[in-house]
């Protein structure tokens, strides 16, 4: 089955604690990212990543770190997590970039995370 | 900037018409609109692009106006299903970002 798969689904973790969150596609796309979601701000792109070893930021990358050293991976990583990151991410899949008509992307299940 | 999306909120009976806006203030190569229900993560729905090629879903239909760069989602006889929050994303010319809106509630009631 094609998808995107994300770990944790849900994690509560403290201030300053590192932490990864997993993200992993199965078909075979160029293009993934990373999304924070918050009430009333919508979807707000964090880092993004055009194949292996290319990535660029998003709006917000404060804070975040990525890295493509596969095509289907692209973790996460905060380094030193703060109460503000808490949110709902999610890890977005894509064949081609936005400008292609296979732009369409596919979602994780997404990761709700606290920090406390 | 993220794009403006209208109206905030909207609630239909089955059967019923919507339309929802997307509103950019930068030049746009293409839009993506997706639907997101409550607990799940967005699925999308239809990607217009510069030149006025699309695709998307049978039963949804858009509009592309690149000079106003604007889009516009049509929703027509709904159904209890459509009930969701809709996004529609823009990624800008000369970039690979996507910029999404804050979205539009949709509650379509029987």
């Known amino acids: 089955e094609a998808q995107v798969t994300q770990n944790p689904r849900y994690l509560i973790t403290v201030t300053g604690k590192k932490l990864t969150v997993t993200c992993s596609q199965n078909m075979n796309h160029e293009y993934m990212s990373w999304y924070r979601q918050d009430p009333g701000l919508g979807l707000r792109q964090i880092y993004y990543?055009?194949?292996?070893?290319?990535?660029d930021k998003g709006d917000v990358p404060e804070g975040y770190k990525v890295s493509r050293k596969e095509k289907r991976n692209f973790p996460l990583i905060l380094e030193s997590p703060s109460p503000n990151q808490t949110s709902l991410y999610f890890c977005a899949s894509s064949f081609g970039t936005g400008g292609r008509v296979g732009g369409e992307q596919f979602f994780g299940p997404g990761t709700r995370l606290t920090v406390l | 900037q993220q794009p403006v999306q209208s109206p905030q909120a909207v609630i239909l009976r089955e059967g019923e018409d919507a339309v929802i806006n997307c509103s950019s203030s930068?030049?746009?190569?293409?839009v993506h609109w997706y639907r997101q229900k409550h607990g799940e993560a967005p699925v999308f729905l239809m990607i217009?692009?510069?030149?006025?090629e699309q695709k998307g879903h049978e039963k949804i239909s858009a509009s592309f106006n690149e000079k106003k760069q604007q889009s516009s989602l049509y929703l027509t006889a709904s159904q209890l299903s459509y009930s969701g929050t809709y996004f529609c994303g823009i990624v800008t010319s000369g970039t690979y970002k996507y910029i999404f809106g804050t979205g539009t509630r949709l509650k379509v009631l029987a």
């Open positions: 217009l692009l510069k030149g006025g």
């Open positions: 990543s055009m194949n292996v070893e290319v990535t």
């Open positions: 930068k030049a746009l190569y293409s």
